[in-house]
């Protein structure tokens, strides 16, 4: 078992910068990949960065250059630092782990990103 506690979301106005943070605990020496998704009403959940455990990042399009995902394995957290953000950045955020070997996957309870314009 793994449990995720997201904090960080919040309300900024066009072209803030926001941190949000998840953090692990219970089985965290089995996590692989770690992510952040996020939805709005009405759409399906959307990736929006993952990192593997060797630190390997992938981000969707419309945040590349403004959203940096990181962790530290050590301390089995993760940020995903979000810079110059936009209304459409407005979603519910989570938090997202993946076992090694089973493959399981657990999630945050989320948190919410309001960027006014």
């Known amino acids: 078992q793994v449990q995720l506690v997201e904090s960080g979301g919040g309300l900024v106005q066009a072209g803030g910068s926001l941190m949000l943070s998840c953090a692990a605990s219970g089985s965290t020496f089995r996590i692989d990949q770690m992510g952040w998704y996020r939805q709005t009403p009405g759409k399906q959940r959307e990736l929006v960065a993952v990192i593997t455990s060797g630190g390997t990042t992938n981000y969707v399009d419309s945040v590349k250059g403004r959203f940096t995902i990181s962790r530290d394995n050590a301390k089995n957290t993760m940020n995903l630092q979000m810079n110059s953000l936009k209304p459409e950045d407005t979603a519910v955020y989570y938090c997202?782990?993946?076992?090694?070997?089973?493959?399981?996957?657990?999630w945050g309870q989320g948190t919410q990103v309001t960027v006014s314009s």
């Open positions: 997202k782990v993946t076992l090694r070997g089973t493959g399981r996957v657990y």
